[in-house]
């Protein structure tokens, strides 16, 4: 006898709890749930983790040029002073707040690419983002983005998500468009609530009765299932399992836990040391957009960075797993080389980029940017940030950048990984 949908209401498996957020978490989550009852983590591929820096983070007191005396004229209020920089070489040093980036440049998994962006910068926030977002110089709404078209060159990870958003954000343009469904998580109670799981006594007796009417089920039509499917309905046997993995990974110790950006990353270090198939993880972290007051609250913002990017880093090299891991941080542009009235900053183009990881090339890629030669008052880009695009596309995720971009990007010379 088919269960029926009065039997999953009895159960108290019926309404929100059957059906909550179809298109966001769910599916992906019983697949991946089903898969790790099966043992410890799986020999994965490897992942790549980005981290936009939302607002415009102002890159020339990120990477310091305290050399250059047109910076120190140009920002009496906000350049920042040698002492206390952490030292990248003779000429550019690491924010004073960038203690963990600095411990990740001191381990050599640190690559600062200097002045990247593109031709014709645009200086608003959401079309200079919608531009990084789709790889594309004119976007517009409906442009798949560069990781959704990346995505769809690859072939299907079991039964995980390719890709999962670790964010309260609405899903970047760069995630959606294309034929794989992105979905959203920021905690493990999130994913509980939506679920309409209790806690409890409670709890356990409805996962027992329901693992009792899907097991009724294997082997027959597979009516039950499709039905799953359709609702996508999570079992709540998977869903104990998934909780009990996360559990596990969740007393890693190192992490900021006052900080937004180190509880995202110490979620995505859980899903990736349970042995997900998921190949990139998206997050993000905002206030870069600096127009007053800088100097404080960019502190700040870069010490959440540093210091949650340090802890998921050394996480994950205790639990062997850094080794398949790579991590771009950018942002949709920098600040105005001249500071403003207000002790600020305001939008400028060039800026930036980091990639982490033990694969990396460490130390300074790229011209510095020249202060002297200005474009509006902005350093000139030396970068396309395209190529930042085909060289992670190309040598790390095993994609074709050509077809994903539009054309040929040069590779930079920011990853070392063996050959064969």
């Known amino acids: 006898m088919q269960p029926t949908r009065r039997e999953f209401l009895r159960l108290g498996l019926g309404g929100s709890a059957l059906l909550a957020c179809g298109a966001t978490v769910p599916t992906f989550l019983a697949r991946s749930a089903a898969a790790l009852a099966d043992g410890p983590a799986r020999a994965g591929g490897r992942v790549l983790v980005v981290l936009q820096l939302d607002g ?22 906000v350049a920042l002073p040698a002492q206390g920089l952490h030292r990248l070489n003779d000429d550019l040093g690491l924010h004073p707040a960038l203690v963990g980036l600095n411990r990740l440049h001191e381990n050599r998994q640190l690559a600062v690419v200097q002045s990247v962006g593109y031709p014709n910068p645009n200086r608003s926030h959401f079309e200079s983002m919608a531009i990084w977002h789709t ?22 990870a079991g039964g995980d998500v390719a890709a999962l958003h670790v964010s309260e954000a609405l899903l970047p343009q760069a995630l959606h468009g294309g034929q794989r469904h992105v979905p959203s998580l920021v905690n493990l109670e999130q994913f509980r609530r939506r679920l309409g799981i209790p806690e409890g006594a409670g709890a356990a007796q409805q996962r027992t009765a329901l693992d009792q009417l899907t097991n009724r089920q294997r082997g027959e039509d597979g009516s039950l299932l499709q039905f799953v499917e359709r609702s996508t309905l999570i ?14 990974g969740a007393a890693a110790a190192g992490y900021p836990e006052f900080y937004g950006l180190a509880r995202r990353l110490r979620l995505v270090a859980q899903l990736i040391k349970a042995g997900l198939q998921t190949s990139i993880y998206y997050t ?43 991590v771009l941080a950018f942002s949709e542009f920098g600040r105005r080389l001249a500071e403003n009235g207000s002790a600020g900053t305001d ?69 070392d990984i063996p050959r064969g």
Do not use: C, K
Not at 56 to 74: E, I
Not at 135 to 156: E, V
Not at 351 to 380: Q, T
């Open 135 to 156: 790889a594309r110089l004119r976007p517009d709404r409906g442009t798949p983005g560069w990781l959704a078209r990346g995505l769809d060159q690859r072939a299907a």
């Open 284 to 326: 993000q972290i905002g206030g870069f957009d600096t127009h007053a007051n800088q100097l404080n609250a960019h502190a700040n913002l870069l010490r959440e960075v540093g210091d949650s990017l340090r802890a998921f880093m050394e996480d994950l090299q205790r639990a062997g797993q850094a080794e398949r891991v790579l």
């Open 235 to 248: 079992t709540y046997t998977s869903s104990a399992r998934l909780e009990e993995v996360m559990r596990e």
């Open 56 to 77: 415009g983070n102002d890159g020339l007191n990120t990477v310091v040029p305290h050399r250059d005396d047109v910076y120190r004229r140009s920002r009496p209020r």
């Open 347 to 415: 939008h400028g183009t060039a800026a930036p980029v980091f990639v982490m990881g033990p694969r990396v090339r460490p130390g300074v890629h790229g011209p510095n940017p020249n202060l002297r030669d200005l474009d509006d008052g902005d350093p000139r880009h030396a970068i396309d940030f395209r190529r930042v695009y085909a060289t992670l596309l190309d040598q790390w995720l095993g994609g074709r950048s050509a077809d994903v971009l539009g054309g040929r990007f040069e590779h930079l010379p920011v990853l």
